[in-house]
């Protein structure tokens, strides 16, 4: 095994709050990994930590070195992070958008931009653009990052069901390029597709890892997202109630 | 193209100053001394002066844009202009006759108030962003305090100098115009890392820009270089503000252009404002900073307007 990723007692903490303590995990490559739990747990502050962009405790180590004694430079190329969508006001076009992630001329925009039905909107600037291609626009640009370690919030907010099943095929792709993903998703069909190990952090400072098989079942659903789940056929649903169609 | 066109702009304009004035003289056929004298003796050298002054305050405009996230950021947004005019005052209070204590006053209270910002550059851009606003109205009380001390006589000096001034400046053409070029090579050493900062702290930090030490030298960088083009000319509003975003709308968002553009964009304005200051009310003289604004405001508006469209 490959080993990327090796989390050891680690804590976050944000402006004062603790929110998840004590996570132990290893993450090799070709490993997808999805953190779920509800609003406010703590699923961005983790990735955010794993990009090193926030402090932690405990400790985390990066292909046998601690996080901590990489440079910014050098920490750039090892993880990708995508996170929340950029500000438009300084009117980047989708193509800056797509250079600066390349950090080159990067002979890839274009068939990327292709790939993520983008490449008529290279010429736009990001603020012309509705939230789903700016999504898609931001899929494109952690596509670009040729780094071992992709760590992804919430990658198919916005998007439209076509974009979403293309995104979790992109996440699927993955694991054969050897590439470890660490994603957080709030769908949980979505997570049951891709997953190959979860990390649920309950909100309270509890975080769990392990595989679906040991941690996904209806009753532990319904506990972290404090809703019911229930099971039909093989997988896991939210409890929307009666249906009406 | 629009580089050619921004060149062929900048000697244009640089002739037109040349010639207009009190007195209309033709830059290449000069009749006697006394033209040669008032041409390459008191307005080309004012000309480098206002092209230097005006393209040092849009490089600053555009990087505090950038340090600070929000495009409505200028080289006053700080508080600096504001600690420099209190400094130009005191001076002009304790040494009425000297010709260089406006300057020498200005450039101290410039870096009195940069000092002051930079103790809150560890807050992050939006806290800096208030803190500099509230300095900025703490400077502001400072000054009016000054001038309400301050005898009669002095007035019109201080009020033409805080209009901006480009008559008299103290400082020597050679040392701003070579502050003008190194400043400019700063900004494009630094140009991808402020492309990057365009994304958003998180982002640049996750492409690999140590953001904590980009903001402290932006910030002393642009800082630096608006205590210069203070003391040099007074405060000059509306360069800072607009000749940046004037510049991305012709030449795009990459620094590598918009930088350079700025700093050729801004001495271009500055030029043409001063030689409409020098003329208008000839031989009387209007405050350059009226005629930036009189100028930029509707050539700004008409290609936004037109970018929009």
Known sequence: MNILIQLSNLSVERGGNTLLTELNCTINAGEVVVVLGPNGAGKSSLLLALAGLIPASGSIDLLGKPLASYSRNALSRKIAWQGALPPTEFGLTVRQRLELAADEESNKITSIADAMDIAPLLMRPLGELSSGERQRTELAALMLRDTPIWLLDEPTAHLDLKHQIQCMQILK????????????????????????????????????????????????????FDAPVVREGSVLVPDYGERIL | MRWFILFIAVISCLLLGLAVGEQWINPFAASDALEETILWELRFPRLLTAFAVGGLLALAGAWFQVLLGNPLAEPYVLGVA????????????????SAWAMSAGAFAGAWIGIVTVMLFSR????????????????????????????PEQGLFRAFAWMMGDLSHSDIPVPVLLLAWGISLICGLILSRSLDKLLLGERHAEALGVDVKRLRQRLLLLASAVTALAVTAAGTIGFVGLVIPHLMRLLFGSLHRAVLPASAIGGGLLLVLADSAARTAIAPAELPVGILTAIIGVPVFLFLLMKRSG
């Open chain 2, 123 to 150: 807050l992050g851009p939006n806290r800096m962003l208030l803190a500099g606003v509230v300095l900025a109205a703490f400077w502001s009380a400072v000054l009016a305090l000054l001038l309400a001390l301050l």
């Open chain 1, 173 to 224: 792709e993955q694991r054969n390029s050897g590439r470890a993903v660490i994603t957080v998703l709030h769908d949980i069909q979505q997570a049951m597709a891709v997953a190959d190990f979860l990390i649920l952090i309950d909100g309270k400072g509890g975080a769990e890892y392990g595989t679906a098989k040991q941690l996904f079942s209806n009753h532990t659903l319904s506990q972290l």
């Open chain 2, 82 to 97: 504001g600690s420099a005019s209190a400094g130009a005052v005191t001076g002009l209070m304790f040494m009425p006759e």
